[in-house]
């Protein structure tokens, strides 16, 4: 079978329990060996029938013990009680035999028993034809800790077996120990007998019930049979749902309801451990129907059953002598008639079908019985057979088990099933709100809940107690507040068990599916799983799905244009993920991969993700490099955050893998991608250094200039660093020659366009216009050319900047088509980046031709569309034209909280200064002016404007000035004349006609004594 083991072990969650006799060597030496031998098998027998009767696995002899199992390899719900009962017995046992020892031989003997839970490893183990079954773990480790500190004829047990026999056990603490190999100190507790929860709905009770919520309908069909029986029509009611889902709640809450109506309820309930112990519920039953209590002495017993029963029908005098017996307190003076076991069991059906058919009853009774699937044959016989004989009487019967039990008489005319659904959103909150209070910090937890546990009560109660106990909650029980976020919910113990005892009893090509399914997703479509679970589609596959769908463990989510099937409960997911070792999880993560490729050849792009993290999950790392690099390629400049992250992932894989030509071209693609990404999204400085030396070290080696280009441009043209013009555009003639050498004509596109923008900032537009040309004709019309290496699209960038110079030339009409026509290029190419940065253009082009609302509608349309892109760079970019526009629009004060935001983000990722900190300046100048701050505005202008001359930026040298202009006028200083002059003079040097226009408007306004 590809992808899964057939058996080489499992997780369990499991008991473990190590007895021994204590003192053995010193027993030992006094005796015969013959002797001791017998007497060591006799102890070996007590202890061995113990661990059987109670359905665990005898692991091991240690040579004076044993060590046994509960939960493996057959996993049991409640397998900590298990090994409690076992325990109990062969203190009990042990005992006995001891005294007998004590009285002949003179011997003085005891046992000790030390017992843990947890996780063990569970399965085959030894070589050649000798592997045995065993569990191993810390958890095996601690238990025999236990045994070593307990003492003579007790049984200690440690905090993880008290937290799930609690209640059901009665325990006594003894406090903290420190105990070797445990990194804490272990809680440790003496098994003092057995306490008075026998089901987990005692338990609930003891722990305070959550209040009741939902079941209307169910209740309104119990009331409706309860008619029934008291028109004398009789009525049966089968409850049926998974564990936790409130079948026994729901039938508590009505009983108590009948009872409120002095109506008689009689219960048992089969017990999981107790189903080798015949008729034990029939005998429950009766005996809550005689009224026995535990005290009564034999003959108080046999007048109850006697008074009761003649009252009802003298004709039961016959039976008596059978149900004294049956209930244990024989009568000596009518001893029973020497019958077969079979027909003393009929004889006994006989009498209970005749109680319930009783002809004098007047008043209706109630019989529940609860949990038959753990019920033994003869009493389930005997169910039958009553609920077949309620028909015409004023019996209502009740009954509840699990999906897997098949109730045989389920077709009588009388009965009616009631499958019990989990609880829905609603209720569930209702439920939350009732264990955990409403604190407003816990809001959102109900949903994240009501997601993880589907809606059953159990889990719901036991994931917010967990919760609380793990420190995420804080506060009492009905008042929690969130103290910690909750990341990881985990899968309670308690809970774990469950889910471990449903899923071991499925057949086992069912159970190697549902793991297989765990490893893929949470819904997978049905040839999927066939491919990763090795299962080819055949009868088997077939039968095992639908076992699977049958048990509430899968749903069929799509049917067309193919069978999907999902989990039905995460949790089920989690548990059966969790209970597969490491090599089996990872094989199966691998053939998830290669289905995923397989299955969906126009998808890869898409999945590639996805696959990279099966690959990676299967051990297969070279693969998963490969993908994550497609994903980080595809997600690009639209997902700047994926593709840093992805492209992280890549490199850290690559690292872990033998240097071929691949990998080393591999290791240099991600880091430099990775600094492609630092100037949309910031990156701090020594990463960003390392990632630098690391590429360039292993690309120097290589020879590969394709990248030596690359990483010139991220160390020394990029944006967001403190350029100044003529060493920029130097690094940018440098990395156009690397490129050239290359000979790569997509780098050679790609890197002329990156490196145009130098000449934009440092106001030489015809340089600027020039190099655009020249991305456009060695695309030829190709908007892919150069597509994806530093920027999306560099034909869409170039024909947007080609309309920027346009604008800057003061050709507003022209610019305009030209911004169209980048528009268009950059959706079609798939490049939210660029068509961000257009919008951004296009927005102050409308400010310029005086389309004042158009304008600011477009700017604030262009921050929520770039607020998507997750970009530093970008939104930054996108809030400062919006601050243009509110300018512009006398906004002032709306303008300086864009301008502000837009500051306070790219300073929030970038530090130390970039090529539009002036520009941004400038117009937060003008906006502080405005406002009223103008002592502010202009020392900020001529900060800007000072750095601005000594970087050489005459792009925004003109703006700067024209901000101390109107600061220098507000502030009734002079000079504002002087800067506008400088303004107009590098506006008309450098072609910026549009520059210009504004600087001559100023003057007029300033003269004007505006603002
Ligand atoms: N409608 C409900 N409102 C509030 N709490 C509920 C509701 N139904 C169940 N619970 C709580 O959920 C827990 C599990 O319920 P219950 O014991 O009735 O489940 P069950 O179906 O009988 O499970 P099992 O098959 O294991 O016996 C209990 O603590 C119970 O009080
Ligand atoms: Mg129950």
Not at 57 to 82: L, S, Y
Not at 119 to 144: D, K, N, R
Not at 499 to 506: E, G, K, N, T, V
Request: with cysteine; net charge negative.
């Amino acid at each position: 079978m590809a992808g899964i083991g057939k058996d080489d072990g499992e997780r369990k969650q499991v008991t473990v329990l190590f007895a021994d006799v204590s003192g053995s060597m010193d027993l030992a030496e006094g005796q015969d060996p013959e002797e001791w031998r017998k007497i060591m098998q006799r102890f070996f027998a007590i202890l061995t029938e113990a661990v059987e009767r109670f359905e665990g696995t005898v692991d091991k002899f240690t040579g004076d013990g044993i060590m046994a199992v509960f939960g493996a390899p057959i996993a049991h719900e409640d397998h900590a009680r298990r090994a409690c009962y076992a325990a109990l017995q062969m203190l009990d046992d042990v005992a006995d035999y001891a005294a007998e020892l004590r009285r002949g031989p003179g011997l003085n003997f005891s046992t000790r028993i030390g017992i843990n839970s947890g996780e063990v490893v569970a399965g085959a183990i030894g070589s050649g034809g000798t592997s045995e079954y065993t569990a191993i773990g810390h958890t095996v480790g601690l238990a025999q800790r236990m045994e070593a500190l307990a003492e003579p004829g007790k049984a200690y047990l440690t905090e993880s077996t008290a937290e799930l026999a609690h209640g059901y056990m009665e325990l006594e603490d003894l406090g903290q120990f420190e105990i070797k190999g445990a990194s804490r100190p272990v809680q440790v507790f003496e098994l003092a007998g057995v306490g008075s929860a026998r089901s987990r709905l005692d338990l609930s009770r003891e722990r305070g019930f959550s209040g009741f919520v939902g079941r209307g309908e169910e209740m309104a069909v119990l009331e409706g049979a309860l008619e029934r029986a008291q028109r004398s029509e009789g009525a049966a009611v089968g409850i049926v749902a998974e564990p936790g889902i409130g079948k026994s709640r729901l039938c508590h809450e009505f009983a108590e309801r009948c009872r409120e109506r002095g109506i008689e309820v009689f219960e048992c309930q089969a017990q999981a451990h107790a189903r080798s112990i015949p008729f034990m519920p029939v005998l429950q039953m009766l005996r809550s129907y005689f009224g026995i209590a535990d005290g009564d002495s034999e003959r108080i017993v046999r007048e109850k059953i006697a008074g009761r029963t003649l009252l009802l029908d003298p004709e039961f005098a016959e039976d008596l002598p059978l149900l004294f017996d049956f209930l244990g307190v024989p009568d000596p003076h009518r001893p029973v008639a020497q019958l077969s076991a079979e027909a003393r069991h009929r004889a006994l059906r006989g009498a209970v079908c005749r109680l319930v058919r009783a002809p004098d009853r007047r008043e209706s009774i109630v019989a529940l019985v609860e949990d038959l699937h753990w019920m033994d044959e003869g009493s389930a016989t005997l169910l039958g057979e009553l609920i077949s004989s309620v028909e015409g009487t004023k019996t209502l019967a009740i009954v509840n088990f699990r999906p897997e039990y098949s109730a045989e008489w389920a077709h009588t005319p009388t009965y009616r099933g009631i499958s019990l659904k989990p609880l829905g959103p609603n209720d569930t909150r209702e439920l939350i709100r009732d264990i955990a209070g409403e604190d407003p910090s816990m809001d959102g937890l109900a949903e994240l809940v009501h997601e993880r546990t589907a809606g059953n009560p159990f889990f719901i109660e036991e994931i917010v107690r967990g919760l609380a106990e793990a420190g995420n909650l804080e506060g009492e029980r009905g008042a929690y507040r969130l103290a910690r976020p909750v990341e990881d919910a985990g899968v309670p113990a308690s809970v774990q068990t469950v889910l471990a005892a449903r899923i071991d009893r499925l057949g086992p090509t069912a159970k190697h599916l549902l793991q297989a399914a765990s490893v893929t997703s949470k819904e997978f479509s049905e040839r999927s799983l066939g491919m990763v679970s090795g299962l080819k589609q055949s009868e088997d596959y077939d039968a095992a799905l639908c076992e699977l769908i049958d048990g509430g463990f899968l749903y069929e989510a799509e049917l067309y244009p193919e069978r999907v099937f999902a989990f039905r409960h995460p949790l089920t997911r989690e548990v059966a993920y969790g209970t597969q070792l490491a090599d089996q999880r990872a094989a199966t993560h691998a053939a998830t991969a290669r289905a995923l490729i397989e299955l969906n050849p126009d998808r890869h792009d898409e999945l590639a993700a996805l696959i990279a993290s099966h690959m990676e999950s299967g051990g297969e790392t070279l693969e998963a490099a490969r993908w994550s690099a497609r994903a980080a390629y595809w997600a690009g400049s639209s997902r700047p955050q994926d593709a840093l992250r992805l492209w992280r992932k890549a490199m850290v894989l690559t690292e872990g893998l033998e240097e071929t030509e691949e990998t080393q071209a591999m290791a240099v693609m991600s880091r430099l991608l990775q600094l492609d990404f630092a100037w949309r999204l910031g990156m701090d400085n020594e990463e960003e250094a390392r990632l630098t030396a690391e590429a360039e070290e292993i690309a120097t080696r290589t020879g590969d200039l394709h990248s030596l280009a690359l990483l010139k441009v991220a160390t020394d043209v990029r944006p967001g660093m403190p350029h100044k013009a003529p060493a920029w555009l130097d690094a940018v003639a440098e990395t156009i020659r690397l490129a050239d050498a290359s000979g790569d004509l997509h780098l050679r596109i790609a890197i002329r366009a990156a490196g145009s923008y130098a000449h934009l900032c440092s106001g030489d537009f015809e340089g600027f216009d020039r190099a655009l040309d020249e991305v456009l004709e060695l695309a030829g019309g190709d908007p892919r050319a150069g597509a994806g290496i530093i920027i999306g699209s560099p034909v869409a960038w170039a024909t947007m900047a080609k309309g920027l110079v346009m604008r800057e030339r003061g050709r507003l009409e022209e610019a305009e088509a030209q911004f169209n026509a980048a528009l268009r290029v950059a959706t079609e190419q798939g490049d939210p980046e660029i068509a961000s940065w257009t919008r951004s253009n296009q927005a102050l082009m409308l400010t310029m031709r005086g389309d004042l609302e158009a304008a600011t509608a477009l700017a604030r349309r262009n921050c929520e569309l770039t607020e998507r892109l997750g970009d530093v760079f970008s939104r930054s970019l996108a809030l400062s034209n919006l601050g243009g526009t509110q300018i512009a629009a006398g906004d002032y004060a709306g303008a300086l909280d864009s301008l502000e935001e837009a500051e306070r983000l790219y300073r929030a990722a970038v530090s130390d200064g970039d090529e539009m900190e002036t520009w941004r300046a400038g117009l937060r100048s003008e906006a502080l002016t405005g406002v009223g701050r103008a002592e502010e505005g202009l020392e900020l202008a001529e900060w800007a404007t000072g750095v601005a001359r000594e970087r050489d930026m005459l792009w925004s040298l003109p703006l700067t000035l024209q901000a101390v202009a109107i600061a220098r006028a507000a502030t009734g200083r002079d000079g504002a004349g002087i800067a506008l002059d400088e303004a107009a003079e590098i506006a008309r040097e450098t072609g910026a006609m549009i520059s210009l226009q504004a600087v001559e408007t100023t003057r007029e306004t300033v003269g004007a004594g505006h603002p």
